[in-house]
């Protein structure tokens, strides 16, 4: 029986499934490695030995490459030097062995998932809040979002942060009276650490300062953004002020989600990825009678890695 599998290729990870879930997130900060991705694609493919792969593509927005079809181009022909067998998802759901036009092939990786779901249900808007970014992708007869990250933007289909990596001067400009510091100080991983939403061994990405993930290092990572030592401001302020945050990241995904729902007539939310927790929050907070799926408990673990999920069985459907 042929073995498939799914990889998402993006800035700061690796994620590959089987077509069953079984899988990983790795990190892997493109910016930084981009030059053992080969070897990291030899290594996955050793222990994974697919017969047919896959790819989604996210990683050629990294500045590692001069503009995206750079990226794109060096991505797919490392692929296609590892896998004997390898397919590329573009942004119209076309499943193709050649990248004939580099710029269909960006960022597809929400292709892959709506893809999927729409198997098995319609009318939905399907939301992955991951690292990184977060994605609302409304869906019916057709997908509806745009096909570029670009006027996915501006339509709040993407809206930039997420749960581990966004700094947190770009969540939290103002606070209580302070301008805060546009310095790489802190991230979301130290918000939601603090708050309790995730646990040390969940803080995957590098700490902007080098050091460790404990809570006391989280606290003081995020003085920071005020200019401050962790004692001057207080771990009541700082807690208040990661709560303000947390906050602050349901309401814009709250806005975003009561925008499609509306403009589309839509009956659920489909939500998955590391940070769903922040959607549940949001959904729980909506006037509308909609049915909430949550993905984490119908795939498990597969949920934080689902676009690399769903490539792997659609290019089983594909070849079966």
């Known amino acids: 029986m042929d073995k498939f599998l799914g990889i998402d290729i993006g800035g700061a ?60 181009e060096i991505i797919s022909g490392i692929c296609r030097d590892v896998f004997d067998e390898v397919y590329f998802l573009d942004v119209n759901g076309n499943l193709k062995k050649e990248i004939d036009d580099p710029e269909l092939f960006s960022a597809s990786n929400w ?62 400009p103002f606070y209580s009276g302070f301008r805060v510091s546009s310095e790489f100080f802190s991230i979301t991983a130290d918000i939601f650490l603090v708050c309790g939403d995730i646990k040390e061994k969940d803080y995957t990405v590098e700490t902007p300062d080098g050091r460790g993930k404990s809570l006391h290092e989280c606290m003081q990572r995020i003085s920071r953004v005020f200019c401050a030592d962790l004692d001057e401001v207080g771990k009541d302020f700082i807690r208040n002020f990661a709560a303000s945050c947390r906050e602050k990241m349901i309401s814009e995904v709250k806005e975003a989600i009561e925008r499609h729902v509306s403009r589309y007539s839509l009956d659920r939310i489909i939500a998955c990825g590391i940070g769903e927790f922040l959607i549940r929050e949001a959904f729980e907070r909506l006037d509308y009678d909609l049915e909430y799926i949550s993905l984490k408990e119908k795939y498990g673990e597969s949920s934080d890695f689902f676009p690399a999920f769903a490539m792997a069985n659609l290019v089983k459907e594909m070849r079966e």
């Open 13 to 72: 990870n690796l994620k590959y499934s089987d077509p069953e879930g079984n899988g990983e997130v790795i990190y892997f900060p493109m910016w930084k490695k981009h030059a053992e991705l080969k070897k990291k694609l030899i290594e996955i493919k050793g222990f994974t030995s697919p017969d047919a792969a896959g790819v989604v593509i996210t990683a050629e927005l990294s500045d590692a490459f001069r503009s995206k079809a750079e990226g794109i």
């Open 111 to 172: 292709v892959a998932s709506t893809l999927f779901l729409k198997k098995t249900y319609d009318n939905f808007l399907f939301v992955d809040i991951g690292s990184t970014t977060t994605d609302l992708i409304p869906a019916k007869e057709e997908i509806l979002a745009n096909r570029t990250d670009f006027l996915r933007m501006k339509e709040f289909e993407l809206i930039y942060f997420g749960v581990l990596r966004t700094p947190v001067s770009f969540i939290m």
